[in-house]
């Protein structure tokens, strides 16, 4: 079983940043997929950005490309998300995902295949 622990989000004003994290515990990565959701109030679920683990590049959405960076530290078993420039549309529930499958390309932005997801952090970004 995996163990996803969230740290960081919070409250910041427009054009502000914050930093996410969420490491991966509970048996040993050798592959997968792991990365970030979101979901505002009365909206559905929100891909954000993700990691097929240990090979291939970052899978970002185009709604925070320029402005998130999603990054990823195999020793730790760790994804970190920088948000930057950040507008009041950013405010959500994000969530850390991680499949044990190294998803396809086309299912990496599909909440659906993720196996394991963490309990959420918020994230308030105030006009």
């Known amino acids: 079983q995996v163990h996803l622990d969230e740290s960081g989000g919070g409250w910041v004003q427009t054009g502000g940043s914050l930093k996410l994290s969420c490491t991966a515990s509970?048996?040993?990565?050798?592959?997968?997929?792991m990365g970030w959701f979101r979901q505002a109030p009365g909206k559905d679920r929100e891909f954000v950005a993700a990691f097929r683990w240990y090979s291939g590049g970052p899978v970002v959405a185009d709604s925070v490309k320029g402005r998130f960076t999603i990054s990823k530290d195999n020793a730790k078993n760790t994804v970190s998300l920088q948000m930057n420039s950040l507008k009041p549309e950013d405010t959500a529930v994000y969530y850390c995902v991680f499949d044990t499958s190294r998803l396809i390309l086309s299912r990496v932005r599909v909440g659906d295949d993720y196996s394991h997801w963490g309990q959420g952090t918020q994230v308030t970004v105030s006009s």
């Open positions: 509970g048996r040993t990565l050798s592959s997968g997929t």
